[in-house]
Nanobody, 118 residues
Framework: VQLQASGGGLVQAGDSLRLSCVASGGNFTTSHMGWFRQAPGKEREFVAR???????KYADFVEGRFTISRDNAKKTVYLQMISLKPEDTAVYYCAATASVVSTKYDYWGQGTLVTVSS
């Protein structure tokens, strides 16, 4: 399975961005998908995930600003981000599990950089 993330960029505080992650290979419909991020000098952290059945979960810091979704026909997972803050600056990674019973993310994309200026 290969994951290709895109959609990052330089935006101002309060702006919006939509990240996309396209999967190739594997069975996308039975994979749980997640977004993580890593800010400079910090450890990678969980942002959001969507299970194979569409159930979602978010990190507390999202505070209703991000929405994760998936399009199984396009093998794509999205992260819609609004009201971006400078502290959202990070490399965002998408990840996928190998199956519905996997308890860890088995595949990772290369990351897309989001920079939010104040």
């Amino acid at each position: 399975v290969q994951l290709q993330a895109s959609g990052g960029g330089l935006v101002q505080a309060g702006d919006s961005l939509r990240l996309s992650c396209v999967a190739s290979g594997g069975n996308f419909t039975t994979s749980h998908m997640g977004w993580f991020r890593q800010a400079p000098g910090k450890e990678r952290e969980f942002v959001a995930r969507v299970l194979w059945n569409g159930s979602t979960k978010y990190a507390d810091f999202v505070e209703g600003r991000f929405t994760i979704s998936r399009d199984n026909a396009k093998k794509t997972v999205y992260l819609q981000m609004i009201s971006l803050k400078p502290e959202d600056t990070a490399v965002y990674y998408c990840a996928a599990t190998a199956s519905v019973v996997s308890t860890k993310y088995d595949y990772w994309g290369q990351g897309t950089l989001v920079t939010v200026s104040s």
